[in-house]
């Protein structure tokens, strides 16, 4: 299964852009990049998922380098409700597509 | 986005009985549901894998006997915890899988968790 790395925590500051980098090397050409975050006590919420293009929905932005051995999700304007702990998880093409947790980041979004 | 529900939210148990917990998607149909275990300050765990009409799947280190999952209906997976004992107090989430087995590129949704306490 393709590893992702993720910076333990981030701070931002509210309005600004929050920028959470994912390292994931070992991934396979056909794993797609998920990013889901978890407000505390409650479910992990999706957010954006992509391939090899760079991805916009209402929430983010997912840009995913050339290679794919990495990837960023930007909030353009973080506010205090982003405050959550971030997962950039790599897709397991098999065994019916299960989503694997690493650590996250925890960003904190101060006023 | 779709929404998946788990009932209930919260539960006490005492020690040695058995706790089941539902999971729904409310306006989607899942092929596979999922199973998670979170305990404080640490990351989501992933328990099994539930198909329709079939044996869950379980990750190692999970013991099938204690953790009984039932996925009856394209709406609908269960999981028992048999036996309970004060170390399976955690918090358990259910993710379902928006698609078929054929689609993997579709997003899962989660349930807001089942806050599980045993005394």
């Known amino acids: 299964d393709a590893k992702t790395t993720q910076p333990p925590s981030m701070d931002c500051a509210e309005g600004r852009a929050a920028n959470l980098p994912c390292n994931h090397s070992t991934i396979s050409g056909n794993e797609y990049v998920y990013w889901y975050r978890q407000i505390h006590s409650q479910g992990p919420q999706y957010i954006i998922h992509g391939l090899k293009n760079n991805e916009t929905n209402e929430m983010a932005s997912l840009i995913i380098t050339e290679d794919r051995k990495s990837s960023t999700l930007i909030l353009p304007h973080a506010t205090l409700r982003d405050t959550a702990v971030y997962y950039c998880i790599v897709r397991v093409y098999n065994q019916g597509g299960k989503l694997i947790f690493g650590q996250g980041t925890e960003l904190s979004v101060k006023p | 986005g779709a929404v998946v529900s788990q009932h209930p939210s919260w539960v006490i148990c005492k020690s040695g009985t058995s706790v089941k917990i539902e999971c729904r998607s409310l306006d989607f149909q899942a092929t596979t549901m999922f199973w998670y275990r979170q305990f404080p300050k640490q990351s989501l765990m992933l328990m099994a894998t539930?198909?329709?009409?079939?044996?869950?799947?379980?990750e190692q280190g999970v013991e099938k006997d204690k953790f009984l999952i039932n996925h009856a209906s394209l709406t609908l997976s269960t999981l028992t915890v048999t036996s309970a004992h004060p170390e399976d107090s955690s918090f358990y989430i259910c993710?379902?899988?928006?698609?078929?087995?054929?689609?993997?590129?579709?997003?899962?949704?989660f349930g807001q968790g089942t806050r599980l306490t045993v005394v």
């Open positions: 539930s198909n329709e009409g079939s044996k869950a799947t379980y």
């Open positions: 993710s379902a899988r928006v698609g078929g087995t054929g689609q993997l590129n579709t997003e899962a949704f």
